[in-house]
């Protein structure tokens, strides 16, 4: 992998601890300026609870103005990138390798039926298929053909509380992120099986990924082994270590 793919996987799965904190000390708004109470900007902990309080408020702010029926652009599949990049925060020889056959999807919390799905189970779901685009929180950006589940049909079918505040995902490559349920019922959002018309590769998140083209990619979990509906903030991976939690693209 060049330096511009380490940087790109970097950014995608977001900067090393040093770099979020000048991250942190540069993004210093107005709006969190009164939070400081006259604290000098070098003070980390100080800098970094009062960033971490707009954030939050940030969040809010985006899911009010988050419209369920919006739906995001879509593209012939003229435009689709080839080659797709490949983005994590781990090198191409890294990737999960996981048995298809012998794979279930867990399934808890705030659901009627918690038994664990295969992937030939899944694909006997009714499927579909969009061309959006994946935008990475470095700026860049790459269109790309997803096939699979709608995720709001998977969840009347598990028997998901729709009215829960959250779903929470836990990925084969130690991963794991949480949406909120506007998002989770989107008509966009994928429980993805195929890319580009073939099995989902490993590459890009073999057995199943999340496609959410409503969220930045941090948002969009590869390689899920698990998930589970629930009213207490799961975080995440990122989110819990300063990024923003509803990562709205």
Known sequence: ??????????????????????????????????????????????????LLQVSRFNDRVQAWLFDPEQLAPTYPESMITRPFPF????????????????????????????????????????QADQVTRLICVEGWSAIGKWGGVRFSDFLERIGADLEAQYVGFRCADGYYTSIDMPTALHPQTLLTLTFDGQVLPARYGFPLKLRMPTKLGYKNPKHVEALFVTNRYPGGYWEDRGYNWFGGS
Not at 12 to 17: D, F, L
Not at 112 to 120: H, K, V
């Open 1 to 50: 992998m060049n330096d511009r793919q380490k940087r790109m996987c970097e950014m995608e799965m977001g900067p090393e601890q040093p770099d979020r904190r000048r991250f942190l000390r540069g993004s210093l708004a107005l709006g969190a300026l009164p939070l400081l109470g006259g604290c000098s900007v070098s003070d980390e902990p100080i800098v970094e609870k009062a």
């Open 87 to 126: 983005n994590a925060y781990y090198s191409l020889d890294k990737v999960p390798q996981i048995d298809g056959e012998r794979f279930r999807l867990q399934v808890g919390g705030r659901v009627a039926d918690q038994r664990p799905w295969s992937l030939a189970e899944l694909r006997t779901l009714p």
